[in-house]
């Protein structure tokens, strides 16, 4: 696929979302790290050193900060919104 979208008209969705809506402030976000864990929450920060989330366990309880630099990070998802 190389730099072509999989849609069928060839061009990305309308209202597909770019990185500062994705990860901005309050978005609810999976993160996969690469040390094995994978964490859901709220996007509190981002900068050029990480990702500052809001951890929360399954039924919604907040489990606090957790602060994960780039590096660590494998994948980020988010569900449309």
Not at 26 to 45: E, H, K, Q, T
Request: proline fraction near 4%; charged fraction near 25%; aromatic fraction near 8%.
């Amino acid at each position: 696929m190389s730099g072509e979208s999989a849609g069928g008209d060839g061009g990305i969705r309308e209202g597909a979302p770019e990185i500062s809506g994705f990860l901005s402030r309050g978005s609810f976000v999976s993160v996969s790290a690469r040390i094995g864990n994978d964490l859901a929450g709220y996007v509190c920060d981002r900068d050029g050193s990480g990702l500052l989330l809001e951890v929360r366990d399954p039924s919604g309880d907040i489990h606090g900060y957790e602060f994960l630099p780039w590096a660590s990070i494998e994948r980020v998802s988010a569900e449309e919104g």
